[in-house]
């Protein structure tokens, strides 16, 4: 009784530290992909606001 209560206590302590270590593991993730993605997508941006104002400055030049 006192095996089968110790081994059920450890049981639900391993399958809580392993269900907070994947949400964990799952969070860092996620945020990590979403900071990579909005950084790409900000650079990409960034770059097109400085081909067109490139672009428009040379146009006023020979304009």
């Not at 900000?42 to 400085?50: P, Q, T, Y």
Request: hydrophobic residues 50%; aromatic residues 4%; charged residues 25%.
């Amino acid at each position: 009784s006192l095996a089968d209560s110790l081994a059920d206590s450890l049981a639900d302590s391993l399958a809580d530290s392993l269900a907070d270590s994947l949400a964990d593991s799952l969070a860092d993730s996620l945020a990590d992909s979403l900071a990579d993605s909005l950084a790409d997508s900000l650079a990409d941006s960034l770059a097109d606001i400085k081909l067109v104002t490139k672009f428009g400055e040379d146009w006023m030049k020979t304009a």
